[in-house]
């Protein structure tokens, strides 16, 4: 495997596994997870659910949908541009998650300066080596599992620097056992790969699909003048060839604020609302469906589950650029102990205090919940209905999923986070909750989860 440096989309587009033509076996299982998408087109429950994700995605980007929010519509769409820029090697831009207080403090502690001419990738400083090393092995291998997928669902492909190789054979008996087909957005939407608009890859994004696109102009993250056609289009970025499912985007974004949030859980639900707001800034660009957020924030919690389940397949990695982990748990220990430390000391207080101290956009827990919520289903349709009215006992099916309340609530243990989990469920029958571990995580909430396991003694 090798390390992403992350800046945006077009670097993680084109970015190869370590083999050309093959994935490994972390990536092999993620796309076995993610193979129901494969299989849309075979029903009628996935025919309604791909009709409406191109109806959902194009009112959340048109600004017509009913879907709460942080803030005005026209400040959704600037933090959408601001969004677009990933801090990987620090989590910069997602720490205003911390709140007003906590989030500045984390900021003047870091940095992120823009990239010089013909160059993608910030150059960023951190708190500790411990915290460089969990962001940087976290962000790598997630976003590798999501890039892998991406190629995968829209040719069976895998890409590298020069050319696409097709993928193993045994990747490619993934799709071919359930019937499924690849560049499922282009032939729903009528916009197959090779047609004159569509991504010649296939799975083309909505800014390709959609019947309109709502274009507007802000200031990206560094402060420059920026839009988002230029982004979507070029010259600034250009996502013509980078297929749409899943969200690498939205991957990193939950990625990283999931580290924060079990690092700082006093912040715990305003974190996770943070890489909510990350993903559903996707679709604000018209970068991006419903459907590729939920894919890509599935990835990331199930891949991080398996990190702090200290899954051996996911540890002592070599990655380029940052050392390795060999012990998920304990590295995440020493993080948070200097990410801490560095706060209080930075903020002048106890940290339980300095995270009361609020005044952004998350500082309201009934508009964050029902931000949060929206982004659970989309409103997408039920496409499993074996699944729609059953609850899913997360510690049968996903053992390692409770690591996630446990490494932030350590009172807690590793049963008793699992029967949160799994009372705290989102509606079931979604696009990949067909019954299997990994659809499971598809519904975890884990802002209400959060809830539970902050007031558990």
Do not use: C, W
Not at 260 to 268: G, K, L, Q, S, Y
Request: aromatic letters at 8%.
């Amino acid at each position: 495997m090798r390390l992403l440096n992350f800046i945006s989309l077009a670097t993680l587009a084109v970015a190869p596994p370590a083999v050309a033509g093959a994935q490994s076996a972390i990536n092999l299982s993620t796309l076995k997870v993610l193979a129901p998408f494969s299989a849309l087109l075979d029903t009628p429950q996935g025919k309604a659910a791909l009709a409406s994700n191109l109806s959902v995605t194009g009112a959340i980007q048109n600004g017509t949908s009913s879907q709460p929010g942080l803030q005005s519509f026209v400040a959704a769409q600037a933090q959408a541009l601001k969004d677009g820029t990933i801090t990987g090697g620090n989590g910069y831009g997602l720490a205003d998650g911390l709140g007003s207080k906590l989030g500045i403090a984390y900021q003047s502690l870091t940095s992120v300066s823009k990239p010089g001419p013909g160059k993608m990738v910030p150059d960023t400083t951190n708190i500790s080596s411990n915290l460089a090393t969990l962001f940087g092995y976290t962000s790598a291998l997630t976003g590798l599992d999501s890039n892998s997928a991406k190629y995968f669902f829209a040719d069976e492909t895998v890409v590298n620097k020069t050319a696409s190789k097709p993928v193993s054979p045994e990747a490619a008996a993934i799709i071919s056992a359930i019937g499924g087909t690849t560049d499922v957005f282009g032939k729903a939407y009528g916009d197959p790969a090779g047609a004159k608009s569509a991504d010649p890859l296939g799975d083309s994004r909505p800014f390709q699909t959609e019947p309109k696109i709502t274009k507007y102009s802000d200031p990206d993250f560094f402060g420059d003048p920026s839009n988002n056609q230029d982004y979507l289009t070029g010259p600034a970025q250009n996502l013509i060839k980078s297929p749409s499912f899943p969200s690498g985007h939205t991957t990193y974004g939950y990625t990283e604020s999931l580290l924060f949030a079990v690092m700082v859980p006093e912040r715990f639900t305003q974190m996770v609302t943070r890489g909510a707001e990350y993903g559903n800034s996707r679709i604000i660009l018209g970068a991006h469906y419903a459907m590729d957020v939920i894919g890509g924030r599935t990835v990331a919690i199930y891949d991080l589950a398996h990190l702090l389940a200290d899954n051996p397949a996911y540890l002592g990695q070599k990655e380029p650029k940052t050392a390795t982990i060999s012990n998920f748990r304990v590295t995440l220990k020493a993080a948070r102990a200097d990410l801490r430390k560095a706060l209080e000391k930075a903020s002048g207080g106890e940290l339980s205090a300095g995270a009361a101290e609020d005044s952004s956009r998350f500082s309201n827990p009934a508009a964050n919940e029902a931000f949060y919520e929206s982004t659970q289903t989309y409103g997408l349709p039920v496409v499993y209905p074996a699944t729609a009215g059953k609850i899913e006992d997360v510690g049968r099916l996903a053992p390692e999923a409770g690591y996630i309340l446990t490494a932030a609530f350590p009172k807690l243990t590793l049963q008793k986070a699992d029967k949160i989990l799994t009372e705290t469920e989102g509606p079931g029958g979604g696009f990949l909750d067909n019954g299997s571990s990994f659809g499971v995580y598809s519904r975890l909430d884990l802002y209400k989860a959060g809830l539970v396991a902050e007031a558990t003694k």
